[in-house]
C-alpha cells in the first residue's frame, strides 16, 4: 500500500529558492514513474513535473528552467529543487505516482505548502 510524505515546504521571497522531498514506501520502481503535482487555492491539482525510474524528466511549461525534479531510488525518495520562485507558485505540493490517468489517483498524503510572498 502506498505511503507518502512531503516536506520542506516554507514561506520565501521572490526568486528564492527551496528544496522538497517525498519519502515514499509501498511503490514498484521497476514500474512506477513519480511526479509532483500542486493545487492552489480554488484550483485543480496540476502536474508540475515527472521523472521516470531510469530518471527521465519532463516538466511542465510554468516550470521549466526553474524546477528540477529528481529521485533516489535506493531510499525511495524524490526531490523537487524549486529555484526563481514566484508568487503563483504558491500551492500545497503533492508527490505521487504518475501515469497518463493520473487525475484518477485515489491516494494523496498531506502534502507540503509552500508560500511565495513579500
Known amino acids: 500500500q502506498l505511503h507518502l510524505v512531503e516536506s520542506g515546504g516554507d514561506v520565501v521571497q521572490p526568486g528564492g529558492s527551496l528544496r522538497l522531498s517525498c519519502a515514499a514506501s509501498?511503490?514498484?520502481?521497476?514500474?512506477?514513474?513519480m511526479a509532483w503535482y500542486r493545487q492552489a487555492p480554488g484550483k485543480q491539482r496540476e502536474l508540475v513535473a515527472t521523472v521516470t525510474v531510469g530518471g527521465s524528466t519532463n516538466y511542465a511549461d510554468f516550470v521549466t528552467g526553474r524546477f528540477t525534479i529528481s529521485r533516489d531510488n535506493a531510499k525511495n525518495m524524490i526531490y523537487l529543487q524549486m529555484n526563481n520562485l514566484k508568487p503563483d507558485d504558491t500551492a500545497v505540493y503533492y508527490c505521487?505516482?504518475?501515469?497518463?490517468?493520473?487525475?484518477?489517483?485515489?491516494?494523496w498524503g498531506q502534502g507540503t505548502q509552500v508560500t511565495v510572498s513579500s
Open positions: 505521487n505516482e504518475y501515469g497518463r490517468d493520473w487525475q484518477g489517483i485515489a491516494y
Open positions: 509501498g511503490i514498484i520502481y521497476s514500474v512506477n514513474s
